[in-house]
């Protein structure tokens, strides 16, 4: 079973930066879409950014201007560069990798904690 690792969360001070990436721990098919998604305390999970094989982006509002999702497409990583930092981006973050087309997939990752203080 193959498992995303993430890295890169942890405590900021506000309008401060953090980089997080993902990769899998094995060898997976090229996936359609790579995305990141975060979950705050008493909330629901919802999209931060998502990236497609061909490199089309998608970004909630509230991170527009601020954050930046990329890919390594050889290497299967998504990285999210997250600048300008509020405190309401406090959340744990996680990414996800899925594939449409056979060998199909969708894998979530164990979850970064992102805490942005004053």
């Known amino acids: 079973q193959v498992q995303l690792v993430e890295s890169g969360g942890g405590l900021v001070q506000v309008g401060g930066s953090l980089r997080l990436s993902c990769a899998p721990s094995g060898t997976i098919f090229s996936p359609n879409f790579m995305g990141w998604y975060r979950q705050a305390p008493g909330n629901q999970r919802e999209l931060v950014a998502t990236i497609t094989n061909g490199g089309s982006t998608n970004y909630a509002d509230s991170v527009k201007g601020r954050f930046a999702i990329s890919r390594d497409n050889a290497k299967n990583t998504v990285y999210l560069q997250m600048n300008s930092l509020k405190p309401e981006d406090t959340a744990v973050y996680y990414c996800?990798?899925?594939?449409?087309?056979?060998?199909?997939?969708?894998?979530w990752g164990q979850g970064t904690q992102v805490t942005v203080s004053l």
């Open positions: 996800n990798v899925r594939r449409l087309s056979p060998p199909s997939y969708n894998y």
